[in-house]
Every structure is written in structure tokens, then in C-alpha cells.
């Protein structure tokens, strides 16, 4: 399909979903594009094949493996680094997981880079420990061949099941996590941490948001479902400037993106700030005192729930910021937000050449 008709389509999509809502205010803004290639700055390959001739890129539904490593969404120079990567598995021996028969080592390869340094953090993801003595001999002359390479892992995920990582994540390497910066503002991959894959659109994202809420009166913040941390940092620096005294909560599950989070805002000189470990729902619902001016909520593609939507509209914040990956759930959402009315809206690309995209919306407290 057409770029501009993707985008229209998408654009069409939102609107339906919004049709029920209180929209008399509403400013829609035009539809943020993305590259149309080499947008990604994340590769997520199932490893499948023989030892000495891996395939790397997914499983069909026919049960075939097909190789995914010169998908044009990834950057072209991805296809050198996963031929490196290739010779690799054979040297070290790394046999790749077969589904049918339940035997072999190695199950996916995970390839992240960073925009702003083109370092790259690379994480095995593995059955079992038994192959770390030959990842450990073979790594030097990997590094070697690839210098850009920072980050090294083993992920141990045992079970026999669609389940991309687990639990445990061994480092390889002494260093832990890729600098990125967006809008000058310095973020951190780290594994097993959400960090948005489309680098160009997220920037946007983020600055949009840092946009939209520099100018109003806002001194306490929640980054509820804050992953690193990017909406947060962006809205607490920009509104520091007409009051240093901001304060900036954010909440994630992750305990590796809160620790990206909170590096982030020790690199931003920020002092009112405090990441948590927690649950976001949970945390939010049993808060009773210290009522934010701003709630910025970005939830997976389920939402943010009757619950929360309902404890929302009982706390009255100011502002809320509404970022999502799931219009139709968002809709659901907006609609259980009955105290608020949306102020702004933008559509942004952040998946092209599929149904999905990014949502961005303010809304404010009706009085």
C-alpha cells in the first residue's frame, strides 16, 4: 500500500474509534510519518537450521524457517553484523533449538543498537547454561570482529514454550546498558527493559508530549507504565525550567528499565525524581495523598482499566497525557474518563506497513 495511504487509513481508524466521545475542543494534529526502512533499531530473530548453517529470522505457520536478515525494516548494515553473527554460532557450537524435537541450545538472538553512539548490545537467548564456557571462548574474537559490540548476554529461557526471554540474564560484558539520547536527553537500553524500536518516531513522541505540557501549571508529575523513563524526563525538564521544584514520579514493573530510568535522571542533574519497581495500577490505587498536576499514562495494549480510569477521575488531576499503542482500548479508556475532555490528539507512525501506530492525547480536567 501507498505510504500516504497507510497513513490515511490509520488516521481514518482513530477517528472511528473516537466517534463517541466528547471531541467539540478537540485539536487534531496531521499524522506523524516515519521512515519507510531501516527504521528499526532492534532485531529479534528465532535462530533455526543446522550448527554450521544457522537461519535466522522466524518460524511460519507451515512450520519452515525463513530467513529474516535482509528484512529492509532493520538498517542495512544489520546484514554484515548477522553474518558475523552466523559464523559465530559454529564456532562456539551454539546448536539452534529445534521446536519438534525439543533439543538444541540456542532459541533466538536479540540485536539492539544505539542511534546516537551505533554501539550494539547483542543477547543470546539460550535453553540452558551449558554452552557459557564456549560463548566465553569464542567472545574475544567476536568483539574483535565486531567493535561496535558493548553489551553481551545470555538469557536463560528453558521452558518449551513462545516465550521470548527469561528471567535470568547473564552479562557477558563488564559494560551493562547502550547510551541513547533523545531531544539531548540521555536514555539507556538495557536488556529486558521496554525501549520504544522506532527511534526517529519516538523522539517525536517524546518531544510532542514535552511540548504540549511545558506551559501549564504543573509542579508534582506520575509516569505511570514509565518504562526508561522517556515521557517523564522530557515533561519534568521542560516544565523545570519555569519551576525548578517540579517533582516527577514514575512507576514500572521492569526493576532493568527502572534502573535506566534513574540513571537517566542522575545524568539529567534532576533532584525531585523517584522510579519505582511497582506494579502502576497497584501503585496508583494506593496512593491517597499527594495529589500530581499531571498524570502521563503510556499501558500496554490492553489499557489502563476501569479501575484506574475511575481512580483517575476521583483524584482529579490537572492534565492528563494518554499515550497509546492500542486505539481501540484507549477509546474504552477515554470514554471511562468522564471527568476529562481531550484538548489534543496526534497519530504517530511508530509501526509502518502494519494496522498498528502510537496515539498521543491531552486531556484536561472538566471543571
Not at 15 to 33: M, T
Not at 127 to 136: A, D, G, N, V, Y
Not at 336 to 365: C, G, W
Request: charged share 20%; aromatic share 8%; glycine share 6%.
Amino acid at each position: 500500500m501507498d505510504y500516504s495511504a497507510q497513513l490515511a487509513e490509520k488516521q481514518a481508524h482513530l477517528k472511528q474509534q473516537l466517534q463517541n466521545l466528547d471531541c467539540s475542543v478537540l485539536q487534531w494534529l496531521p499524522p506523524f510519518p516515519s521512515p519507510q526502512t531501516g527504521f528499526r533499531n532492534k532485531a529479534k530473530m528465532v535462530v533455526s537450521g543446522a550448527v554450521e548453517r544457522p537461519i535466522l529470522g522466524i518460524i511460519n505457520e507451515r512450520n519452515q524457517a525463513v530467513d529474516l536478515t535482509d528484512c529492509p525494516l532493520y538498517p542495512v548494515h544489520f546484514g554484515a553484523i548477522f553474518n558475523v553473527l552466523k559464523d559465530f554460532i559454529g564456532r562456539a557450537g551454539l546448536v539452534p533449538y529445534n521446536i519438534a524435537k525439543q533439543k538444541g541450545e540456542l532459541k533466538y538472538i536479540l540485536l539492539s543498537e544505539s542511534r546516537d553512539s551505533s554501539e550494539l548490545m547483542l543477547r543470546f537467548v539460550l535453553r540452558s547454561e551449558q554452552k557459557l564456557p564456549l560463548i566465553t571462548r569464542e567472545l574475544a574474537g567476536l568483539l574483535q570482529k565486531l567493535p561496535h559490540l558493548k553489551v553481551v548476554t545470555a538469557n536463560i529461557q528453558p521452558q518449551h514454550a513462545a516465550i521470548l526471554e527469561g528471567e535470568k540474564e547473564i552479562f557477558l560484558t563488564e559494560q551493562q546498558v547502550l547510551a541513547e539520547q533523545f531531544n539531548h536527553i540521555p536514555l539507556f537500553i538495557r536488556p529486558q527493559g521496554f525501549f520504544q524500536t522506532n527511534p526517529a518516531v519516538a523522539e517525536r513522541l517524546y518531544a510532542t508530549a514535552q511540548n504540549w505540557v511545558q506551559d501549564l501549571p504543573i509542579l508534582r508529575l506520575w509516569d505511570l507504565f514509565c518504562g526508561v523513563g522517556g515521557f517523564g524526563l522530557h515533561c519534568a525538564i521542560a516544565l523545570r525550567e519555569k519551576n525548578p521544584n517540579v517533582a516527577l514520579t514514575g512507576i514500572e514493573i521492569s526493576p532493568s528499565a527502572i534502573y535506566s530510568a534513574s540513571l537517566s535522571a542522575q545524568k539529567c542533574g534532576l533532584k525531585n525524581v523517584n522510579f519505582q519497581s511497582l506494579d502502576a495500577a497497584n501503585f496508583a490505587l494506593g496512593q491517597e495523598s499527594d495529589k500530581p498536576d499531571l498524570v502521563i499514562v503510556n499501558p500496554p495494549r490492553r489499557g489502563i482499566g476501569k479501575a484506574l480510569a475511575q481512580f483517575l477521575n476521583e483524584m482529579r488531576p490537572h492534565f492528563l497525557l494518554y499515550s497509546s499503542c492500542n486505539a481501540i482500548t484507549m477509546a474504552n479508556d477515554l470514554q471511562a474518563l468522564s471527568h476529562y475532555q481531550m484538548q489534543k490528539i496526534q497519530l504517530f507512525d511508530m509501526f509502518p506497513h502494519t494496522n498498528h501506530y502510537e496515539v498521543l492525547a491531552l486531556l484536561k480536567r472538566i471543571k
